[in-house]
């Protein structure tokens, strides 16, 4: 290794040169970056990687989910504006179809394409079975890392891309509108996945951690500026790498890939299909509120109020709320198992991860909370309509009996 004595002057630096023994002072701060560039000199430049490195390709993709309605006959897809929809169904360099596969996979077809702060990029809509529709956007990169950063930063803070999505929806809903089932108005998500395919200066997965770490974690949440290490730690917290020069990072909001294009698709689609689930379970979650709402605002009578006439009422409701209920439960069933990752361990780590970020399960937990509730209120109405139809009954008896008690005391007189 290379070795520099220096010897403290008043002023600054008196630097002994190995190879000739001459000596010379200098200012501390020339003598400090003379020594900087001989090491790099003398050690190569990729043992020190720049802080800003290039990037030869990359893309930063936006996806915009939107809940529209119970189901989507994707037999019944045929076309938009000239483009027809396809199937999309997921695949690897080295296919493993039993592994990781959709159930039903969704329908993909290319869109118009959108060009946003001077930025062109190509637009799909993706549409799952289960009533999702994904509206999303891609722009291709290639620049400094820093550049990089603010592109995602503008970007995402551009109100441009989320109206471009609702237009871009629309246009589905009117040329497809036959194929929903049960169309309702439209909840939606967004989501944000920063992929590089490939460095001017190749680097693998650990030294982008370490020596990168501050500027991945920016690119990840558009941040331009420095951020605490507290918040770094965290960003990084759910990472996965297969090779050594592949890395997946997942955010509640974002991602960042570093791999081929074909695997960082498989992984954009795994994304992609977790915040569909979301996006769902918010459409759930809020159906449930709605129904709470108004069983809380209704005015149920007292049991010891005599109310045989009310059955037909108490019956009906019941029935509605019984079918809300399998309603939730089979919808949310076909979200959850519209995936199936069974051999493939990397991917369903990728997976819990980002199912994690969103919180999923905690939703889920939420939703069936809500319908344990409105179990309940079925129990108790069920109840109630059983009271009903005995008392009427009582009451027919009563009557039978009285009107056979009135027609014997008229035999009697006769």
């Known amino acids: 290794m290379l070795r520099l004595r220096q010897l403290r002057t008043q002023h600054g630096l008196l630097v002994t040169e190995p190879a000739t023994g001459a000596t ?39 996806c915009y989910l939107f809940d529209v309605a119970d189901t989507i006959d994707l ?106 089932v049960e169309p309702h108005e439209p909840l939606v998500e967004d989501y944000f996945i920063n992929t590089i395919e490939q460095l001017e200066e190749p680097r693998d997965s650990q030294a982008l951690l370490d020596g990168l770490r501050s500027q991945l974690v920016r690119l990840m ?28 990072v997942v955010q509640w909001d974002s991602a960042f890939i570093f791999d081929s294009h074909a695997d960082a698709e498989v992984v954009a689609d795994l994304l992609e299909f977790a915040n569909s689930q979301l996006v769902e379970f918010r459409t759930y979650d809020a159906r449930l509120d709605a129904e709470l709402d108004v069983i809380y605002a209704a005015d149920f009578p007292p049991r010891a109020r005599f109310r045989p006439m ?67 209120v079925y129990r108790y109405l069920v109840d109630e309509a059983q009271v009903a139809r005995s008392e009427f009954l009582e009451l027919i008896v009563i009557v039978l009996i009285g009107i056979e008690i009135v027609v014997g005391i008229l035999g009697l007189r006769h």
Do not use: H
């Open 310 to 376: 009310r059955r037909r009422g108490i019956e009906q409701r019941a029935a509605q709320l019984s079918y809300l209920m399998v309603d939730i439960r089979e919808l949310a069933d076909r979200a959850t198992n519209a995936l199936k990752i069974t051999g493939d361990a990397y991917y369903a780590r990728i997976y819990r991860a980002i199912a994690a970020r969103l919180g999923l399960d905690v939703w889920q937990r939420q939703i069936e909370s809500k319908l344990d509730a409105v179990g309940d």
């Open 75 to 180: 037999k019944r897809l045929e076309n938009i504006g000239g483009q027809s929809f396809q199937p999309a169904p997921l695949s690897r360099t080295i296919p493993t179809p039993e592994a990781i596969q959709f159930a039903v996979p969704p329908r993909v077809a290319t869109l118009s394409e959108v060009t946003v702060r001077d930025r062109t990029g190509s637009t799909r809509a993706k549409i799952y079975d289960y009533g999702v529709i994904s509206i999303g956007f891609t722009f291709p990169y290639a620049g400094s890392w820093s550049s990089f950063i603010q592109l995602a930063s503008d970007l995402r803070a551009d109100d441009t891309l989320p109206t471009l999505a609702r237009e871009r929806v629309q246009t589905v809903l009117q040329e497809c509108g036959a194929a929903l």
């Open 24 to 62: 010379s002072v200098v200012d501390t701060r020339e003598a400090v970056t003379a020594q900087v560039r001989a090491v790099t000199m003398r050690l190569g430049d990729a043992s020190l990687p720049t802080a800003d490195p290039r990037i030869s390709s990359a893309t930063f993709s936006a």
């Open 221 to 248: 949440l558009a941040e331009t500026g420095p951020l605490s290490q507290s918040e770094e730690s965290e960003a990084l917290r759910f990472n996965f790498s297969y090779f050594p020069d592949d890395l997946v």
